[in-house]
């Protein structure tokens, strides 16, 4: 999927969110996708410095089958990617600008969403066939530099800040107003060992803080 298909598909998303679950076991891999497909989630992260990603990725991809897609996240390699791909996975997701990584994500066909911080870098994912640019930390990425980027980088190109995202539709309409697409959300909707109901109670304080904030 090219940069171009990809928004086109990503502005129709009603809850244009991807869930990062950093830590998720395959114990609570099923019941967490449930949950999030449920509150609306339709893109499901699971970073490789979680405990046995690959298998929580091919349990999730099964629950989620054409009702979303589920990948990696902290993907650094060529070889993470092959083996994201073979469990299943359709999302690439990286903290880094790595061409090589992008290049390869895109020649299998997966969804590739490489982190970026500065111009030069967003620019070099978007010629190795980045799908999406993740503006990563957002903490250091505010809505002002967001617009700034917005200003040179194509609207056909998806922008999703990641870090420090809160259920709050002030903030996530500062960053939309400025030119973001949508958002990654890590720590404030999972942390690794709390209960699905808290994963449940979150899910829906975002779901209910993105549509405060499109209205």
Same mark, same amino acid.
């Given at each position: ?7 086109? *598909?990503?502005?129709?998303? $009603?809850?244009?969110? !991807? ?5 998720? %076991? $395959? ?13 609306g ?23 989620v ?5 589920v990948? /990696?996240?902290?993907?650094? %390699? !060529?070889e993470?990617?092959?083996? !994201? /791909?073979? +469990? ?6 990286? $903290?880094?600008? +790595?061409?090589? !990584?992008?290049?390869? %994500?895109?020649? @299998?066909? @997966?969804?590739?969403m490489?982190?970026?911080m %500065? ?8 010629? /190795? ?13 505010s ?11 194509? /609207?056909e ?5 990641v ?13 939309? *107003?400025a ?9 404030g909707?999972y942390?690794?060992g ?12 975002y ?5 405060? +904030?499109?209205?």
């Open positions: 999927m090219n940069s171009e298909n990809f928004i086109a *598909q990503w502005q129709k998303e $009603p809850l244009p969110l !991807v869930a990062i679950l950093r830590g998720i %076991t $395959p114990q609570d891999a099923l019941e967490a996708a449930e949950i999030l497909l449920d509150c989630f339709r893109y499901l992260e699971v970073p490789l410095n979680s405990p046995k990603p690959l298998e929580s990725i091919s349990l999730m991809r099964k629950v089958a054409e009702r979303g897609y990948g /990696a996240g902290t993907v650094l %390699t !060529v993470q990617v092959d083996a !994201v /791909a073979e +469990c299943g996975g359709q999302l690439i997701i990286s $903290p880094n600008c +790595c061409p090589e !990584v992008i290049r390869y %994500t895109r020649k @299998l066909g @997966l969804i590739s490489p982190g970026i %500065t111009p030069s870098e967003a620019f070099s994912a978007m010629a /190795a066939g980045a799908s999406a640019l993740k503006l990563f930390p957002a903490e250091h990425i809505p002002v530099i967001t617009k700034a980027f917005r200003a040179v980088i194509p /609207a190109v998806a922008l999703l800040p870090g420090g995202i809160q259920p709050d539709a002030a903030q996530m309409r500062s960053y939309i *107003q030119g973001a697409n949508g958002f990654g959300l890590g720590g909707l942390q690794a709390m209960s699905m109901d808290l994963l449940h109670m979150r899910a829906q304080a779901q209910h803080a993105w549509r405060e +904030c499109a209205e």
